[in-house]
């Protein structure tokens, strides 16, 4: 038995009826963009997250860069300014922020959580900064507290990259709620997945998300007036109708994973493979689960030979992306570390504890130097 990294046909096969009926009333309709399914998702999401406004967009990348593009739109952003961002992220963070004519600001993480290290931005901040950019990184919060006071001392935005952290909280407070702006992800492999691209902004700020709203849509409010030079990001009526089923089942697709994650930290105890830190009261919703070894490729040779697909998150950090060549030469070590030694082991909701089993034993069994 192969035990595969995620198996989507799975995990949308258990509400197979209901996507069904959902897609079914949204061909029935005659109505597919920007109507009341997605006002419906809209309003339920927002509430799921403890925020006013939510805004469906076309996907993730375009939630980023449209709450960017906003901020300049609204006099609080201009050209050159600076934004101080995770250096250990995917490169959708980067790309949001140089497609606005922003400067990117890589700095490293904290080693035992992989996320943004609050120390370590208190310093990059200079005269140019005018953004935090904090991602919550497979599924673990950063520390915003410790975010948002360095972003209330020295009057900068703080926006939340939360692609892989739908549900996550600490204090009652989820993420989507802690910055003065967030973006999300429903690429099908999220927690919460559609069945297609999707993303959405959250915001408090009624202003930025009447201008998120404008921008997705060709800068226009009412049809053929056009207030900006937007662009088209319209999370489509189909997606919001899916989208609105699986977000009823999102809290329980979050406590299997957990329930995963805890098994993997209580099972494997082998002394070169590094096992991911919870930090504080933070509630991990497991989007991967990320452990680090030296000899990573070997390990992950092993688990394939067992049957086990594994994945690495992410190969290449951004600063040495052919795209990003004028950073390559930032001094990032731990960065650099990490995406030599990651490895995301298979976890999921429908990931039964045989399979939890069988990778657990895999791990113990890894020979290092074989």
Not at 31 to 37: F, H, N, S, T
Not at 257 to 271: K, S
Not at 349 to 363: F, H, K
Request: hydrophobic letters at 45%.
């Amino acid at each position: 038995m192969h035990i595969p990294f995620l198996d989507l046909k799975a995990i949308n096969a258990r509400h197979a009826d209901e996507l069904k009926a959902a897609a079914a009333r949204v061909i029935d309709s005659g109505w597919y963009i920007l109507g009341q399914e997605l006002a419906a998702f809209e309003q339920e999401f927002a509430q799921y997250c403890g925020v006013r406004h939510a805004v469906g967009v076309g996907n993730g990348l375009d939630a980023l860069s449209l709450i960017l593009r906003a901020y300049k739109e609204l006099g609080a952003l201009h050209d050159g300014d600076e934004v101080i961002v995770p250096a250990n992220t995917f490169i959708a963070s980067f790309l949001a922020i140089t497609e606005n004519d922003l400067v990117p600001v890589p700095v490293e993480p904290d080693p035992a959580s992989f996320n943004i290290d609050p120390l370590r931005v208190a310093a990059a901040i200079g005269p140019r900064t005018r953004v935090i950019m904090a991602v919550h990184l497979y599924g673990q919060l950063a520390d915003m507290p410790a975010l948002a006071g360095l972003a209330e001392r020295h009057r900068l935005l703080l926006i939340e990259d939360a692609a892989q952290a739908h549900g996550a909280a600490n204090d009652g407070c989820r993420a989507g709620a802690f910055g003065h702006a967030a973006g999300f992800s429903f690429f099908p492999a999220k927690n919460l997945g559609a069945l297609g691209d999707g993303g959405a902004v959250t915001t408090n700020d009624s202003a930025l998300a009447e201008c998120v709203a404008a921008l997705r849509n060709y800068g226009s409010e009412v049809k053929y007036h056009h207030l900006y030079r937007g662009i088209n990001s319209r999370l489509d009526e189909l997606q919001a109708a899916l989208l609105r089923v699986k977000l009823n089942y999102l809290d329980d697709d979050i406590a299997h994973r957990r329930h995963v994650a805890l098994r993997y930290l209580e099972g494997i105890r082998h002394p070169q493979i590094q096992l991911p830190i919870v930090q504080g009261e933070t509630q991990h919703v497991w989007h991967l689960f990320v452990v680090r070894c030296a000899q990573r490729d070997a390990l992950q040779k092993h688990l394939h030979a067992h049957g086990i697909h594994s994945q690495v998150h992410y190969p290449i950090p951004p600063h040495r992306q052919p795209a990003y060549s004028a950073l390559r030469e930032l001094p990032l070590p731990v960065t650099d570390r990490l995406h030599r030694e990651v490895l995301s082991l298979p976890i999921g909701p429908t990931l039964c504890d045989e399979a939890v089993d069988r990778v657990i034993a895999a791990c113990q069994s890894f020979e290092c130097g074989a």
